[in-house]
């Protein structure tokens, strides 16, 4: 199929998110996941975990039964695909996926699933150390390293934490919890390998390596040192077509709630894209898009399908010419995360399946 003029185009390139990945690989000294859950943060998991699989990652993270099973799919048996959500044993009717144990209650039962089988199950086992969502508690820590054969029936694969605050390295949270992860895997589980680091963890230091990172966000071109200029190579464009550019007169108003008053003449071009599409409403009257690599100023509200730009200083624009919703210098989606008060993550997260995706790059 073509590509529909009247749709945004999302270019995703892999072979930026291969770069990423083995600049994070060379960081960390040892093996690196790829984590791809909420569809590769957007952008398409199945794509994304082809292009780093064949780079050779060996390991990838979901949230969801329903994304391993599909990622499967998609891969194929070989690579290693872990659900941080977990699951009931079994239900991932073979597809060889692996959960992580959030609770002791899951230890029992994927344990009694493994002593009934004959088979011990693999599975990961997430002690909690700061975060207190998912992750055994310090209780729970505690009584199963007070009994350890309540692991009996399982095939530990790796012992893993999630740090709270590693986008702020001076927080002290960040050394505590390497310290109670420590400790506690010790007692629990000392011969099995471990797994620590998150995107940003892998920029904390040598204390916070394992043997396993889990980098997501910046594989996608997302900063893990906000502090700090952003050290990851940007994979996304979004160019959205120009349905209709009209002029207006000073004193008119634009879009819903009459929110934008025209202080002069203006210029409107109305794009392809809106709220339904994931570029979100909060940026109404404070985002930009870039045309030719210049600014041009969104004005009015974001409605679901349509968004209006001051295009004033561009009289060459036209109906069926392309703007750059996402990408480019100072349009970046950490850029665009911060002009309405969120994260480059959510950004990503909610970019909607009405536009066109192409993939570039790779291995």
């Known amino acids: 199929m073509g590509i529909d003029t009247g749709q945004g185009v999302l270019t995703v390139d892999l072979g930026a998110v291969v ?37 050779g990652c060996q390991t990838f993270f979901v949230a969801h039964l329903t994304e391993g099973v599909a990622l499967r799919a998609a891969l ?63 209780g729970e820590q505690a009584r199963l390293g007070q009994d350890r054969a309540r692991l009996a029936g399982l095939d530990l694969r790796f012992v893993m934490t999630h740090l709270a605050c590693a986008d702020e390295p ?76 009209r002029d207006i007169a000073a004193g008119d108003t634009v879009g819903y709630g009459a929110g934008y008053t025209a202080p002069r003449n203006v210029r409107v071009a109305t794009v392809a894209a809106g709220y339904a599409d994931g570029y979100l409403r909060s940026l109404s009257g404070r985002s ?13 509200r974001v409605s679901m399908d349509l968004t209006t730009f001051d295009a004033t200083d561009f009289p060459e624009l036209r109906p069926g010419d392309r703007m750059m919703l996402v990408g480019g210098a100072g349009n970046t989606p950490d850029d665009i995360a911060a002009r309405c008060g969120t994260i480059g993550y959510e950004v990503l997260t909610s970019l909607g399946h009405r536009y066109q995706r192409r993939y570039i790059g790779g291995a």
């Open 19 to 55: 770069a990423n990945w083995r600049d994070l690989s060379a960081r960390h000294d040892a093996s690196c996941a790829g984590v791809v859950k909420a569809d590769g943060y957007g952008l398409g998991a199945a794509p994304v975990a082809r292009a780093l699989h064949a780079a």
């Open 76 to 138: 194929g048996a070989g690579p290693a695909i872990i659900v941080l959500n977990g699951f009931a044993p079994g239900a991932d009717e073979d597809a060889g996926l692996w959960p992580v144990l959030n609770g002791l209650g899951d230890v029992e039962a994927h344990a009694a699933a493994g002593r009934a089988a004959g088979v011990p199950q693999p599975a990961l086992l997430h002690l909690d150390t700061g975060m207190s969502r998912l992750g055994l508690d310090a």
């Open 170 to 245: 001076a927080h002290p949270l960040n050394a505590a919890q390497a310290g109670r992860f420590a400790a506690a895997a010790a007692i629990i589980a000392p011969a099995v390998p471990r797994s620590f680091a998150n995107s940003s963890g892998l920029f904390l230091g040598a204390a916070f390596r394992s043997d396993l990172a889990r980098p997501g966000c910046a594989l996608y071109g997302i900063n893990p040192t906000p502090a700090a200029p952003n050290p990851m190579r940007q994979v996304v464009e979004l160019q959205v077509p120009v349905l209709q550019v």
């Open 288 to 300: 930009l898009a870039l045309f030719q690599g210049r600014a041009v100023p969104l004005i009015g």
